[in-house]
């Protein structure tokens, strides 16, 4: 996760700490894009129940970025080389919360419908937002849930994933970083 990644690196280089924060704040503004842009492509009934809960967060975070844009210079570029995210254990521990996510998401809507599937879709936007995109999507797609069901369980995913990313650039961020990125 961008947010992670770089409330760590805010630790150790407080003197990039707008870029870090603009980093953050540029993948909460794509965040709303790429979940829109990915349920349109697996499930359109669903992109089109959750668009609503997209709109006024997107707004809200370009707003948000663009202030930090305009507030002030970027910092220097970091010469250093950092670890590639997309390695080979992050690939497969991220199936890997693929297909816990599919099960965990078709078990508790089998078992105990809407309830379990906000339940589910809790827990898995806790974890991986792709994977609560993928699953939401997939519940739709085969008559499991009802898109507005869905769409309600994945704004509440969406909003889940986003208090544990505020909790973690809190937590783990350091000086004026910490502020910038957590509004």
Sequence with gaps: SVTLTFSRLS?????????????????????????????????????????????????VAMLLLWIGWRDGTADAASAEGDRN????????????????????????????????????????????????????????TTAAAMAPDAARAMTLGLLLSTVAKLLLTLSLGRGGYRVRAAM
């Design 85 to 140: 995210p997309l390695q080979i254990w992050s690939a497969l521990s991220l199936a890997l919360i693929f297909q816990a996510a599919l099960y965990l998401v078709a078990f508790a809507t089998s078992r105990f419908g809407a309830t379990g599937l906000l339940g589910s879709a809790a827990l898995t936007g806790l974890t991986d937002v792709d994977a609560l995109i993928l699953s939401m999507a997939r519940s739709v």
């Design 11 to 59: 630790q150790s280089h407080p003197s990039y700490e707008r870029s870090l924060a603009g980093g953050v704040m540029g993948a909460h503004v794509m965040l709303c894009a790429r979940v829109l842009l990915a349920t349109a492509v697996l499930e359109p009934r669903l992109a089109l129940a959750v668009w609503p809960s997209l709109a006024a967060p997107a707004v």
